[in-house]
């Protein structure tokens, strides 16, 4: 089985044994890494779409396509597993895909693409052909905004709720949480967070339990998104601009959070993003910043994270915009660097602010 490295794509899976690769996404393209034949290592064993900044990678596990997300190049998809790729984006009429996502619903998969402007697209046949779901701009878009030029806000991230895919969230970097009730033909905003939302991570054994990263901190609802607490700051030690956030899904209370010291408009000066990795064990109340083999405070940012439960322990990926990817085969305890010299791993062109030559 693969897995998948990307921005805009998903982040948790559960396995039956370690996958032995990954599918990076990287401004260069998808890049397959590989565990050596004697598991200790990894190395480089593919690569595709080099001419393509993927934001995002997903894999549909019923029939194994694997899409990818680009930034101003699409939509494309392979049935084999990555090694051969086609356009799929008819009917497609943004082609600045930010994120993706897929579901069960109404008997068949839905695939979901999320672009900059801020649309939403689905798909019900595997990509071959997309319908814009324009409930998304029906609410109050006056304020929707990005601070990076050209100033357009983009839809970054697509989750579902664990028991019910009809239920989507959807969060607009920077409009807000958007939440749909019936698979998305209507929308309403969530109040009660800053509107720089980055990720929606939601409690799968208590789906009232919803987390939400942002340009300001971590929020927690514990009533199904009717009210919020901001549980981290601008301060906090975990880092005041938080993005990648993954929880252990039989064991929710086991979260990782990667976060920036401080937002990018800082790193375009100073070339320092500060990064570290956190782990909670009592589903984000206190977070300890994790230092076994994973440096403390990075210079670049962490632009992709994911867990993967298969069993008897767990695997974490974390991934840099100046192209390292770091693992932990034993739930975070210990981290080794296991590839480098990738590409950069990158939403949009945040790898720039670490180009100092």
């Known amino acids: 089985m693969a897995i998948t490295l990307s921005h805009g794509g998903p982040t ?116 071959r052909g997309w319908t814009e779901l324009p409930a998304l701009r029906s609410v109050d878009t006056s304020r929707w905004s990005f601070p990076a030029p050209p100033n357009v806000a983009h839809t970054k991230h697509i989750n579902f709720h664990p028991r019910d895919a009809a239920t989507l969230f959807i969060g607009i970097e920077q409009g807000g949480l958007l939440k749909s009730t019936d698979a998305g033909q209507t929308f309403r905003v969530i109040p009660g967070m800053d509107d720089d939302v980055h990720r929606t991570v939601i409690n799968p054994l208590d789906p009232d339990r919803i987390y939400i990263t942002t340009g300001i901190g971590m929020y927690v609802s514990s009533n199904g998104g009717a009210t919020w607490e901001q549980w981290t700051d601008l301060q906090h030690e975990i880092g005041g601009y938080p993005d990648l956030l993954v929880l252990h899904p039989r064991r929710p209370e086991l979260m990782f959070i990667a976060s920036a010291e401080k937002g990018p408009g800082s790193w375009r000066k100073s070339h320092f993003a500060g990064s570290r990795v956190s782990k909670s064990t009592d589903g984000g109340r206190t ?71």
């Open 12 to 127: 948790i899976y559960r396995s039956a044994a370690p996958s032995r690769q990954v599918l990076v996404g990287t401004i260069e393209g998808v890049v397959c890494i590989e565990r050596d034949a004697t598991g200790s290592g990894w190395h480089v064993a593919d690569r595709a779409l080099t001419d393509k900044h993927v934001h995002a990678i997903l894999i549909e596990s019923e029939s194994g396509t694997v899409f990818a997300g680009m930034k101003h190049g699409s939509l494309f998809a392979s049935d084999d597993g990555g090694r051969s790729w086609e356009r799929r984006d008819k009917g497609l009429t943004e082609h600045n895909v930010y994120s993706l996502a897929c579901a069960r619903l109404g008997g068949g998969v839905r695939v979901f693409a999320g672009t900059e402007p801020a649309h939403l697209f689905c798909s019900d046949d595997l990509g």
């Open 287 to 357: 977070w300890q910043i994790l230092r076994a083999g994973l440096p403390d405070r990075i210079r670049p940012a962490f632009e992709a994270m994911c867990l993967e439960d298969w069993g008897d322990s767990f695997s974490l990926f974390a991934a840099t915009a100046t192209g390292e990817v770091w693992s932990s085969d034993d739930g975070g305890e210990h981290w080794t660097e296991i590839v480098t010299g990738l590409a950069p791993i990158s939403k949009g062109d945040h790898y720039s602010a670490f180009v100092t030559t």
